[in-house]
């Protein structure tokens, strides 16, 4: 037999005291998705563009095809303004630019550049 270690002699353990036990606290992470507010994209009349152009515009920036062109261009004509997009602002600016950058109107001499549109939050009081 080996002689025994202090190291696995047994403890004396006062029947008195009870070990303390702490109950584990899990946080939950409070982190909510917030979407991004959403924009809409107008396009706004002028004399300075035929609807012809109109129609070639919204169909190469956005792939309408004529009759959903056309039904666009009759309203910004009617109406002053068209909402051509709703969406994120970033993707609403990207459009923006394509039409601000499509140019004049070669069918309209006085026709000097692009249309104007212009981007507006979806909340924005006395738009439609």
């Not at 002689?3 to 002699?9: F, K, R």
């Not at 129609?55 to 004529?66: D, S, W």
């Not at 026709?111 to 939050?121: L, N, T, V």
């Amino acid at each position: 037999m080996l002689p025994s270690s202090p190291a696995l002699t047994p403890r004396a353990v006062s029947p008195t005291v009870r070990p303390t036990v702490q109950p584990v606290t899990v946080m939950e992470d409070e982190t909510r998705v917030v979407p991004e507010p959403l924009w809409r994209l107008v396009l706004l009349d002028d004399n300075d563009h035929s609807y012809d152009y109109v129609i070639e515009m919204l169909g190469a920036i956005f792939g309408y095809g004529v009759e959903k062109a056309f039904a666009l261009a009759r309203i910004v004509d009617t109406q002053g303004r068209v909402t051509l997009m709703t969406a994120e602002r970033d993707a609403c600016e990207a459009k923006q630019s394509q039409i601000h950058a499509y140019g004049a109107d070669p069918r309209i001499a006085s026709s000097k550049g692009s249309m104007s549109a212009i981007i507006e939050p979806i909340d924005a009081p006395g738009t439609p």
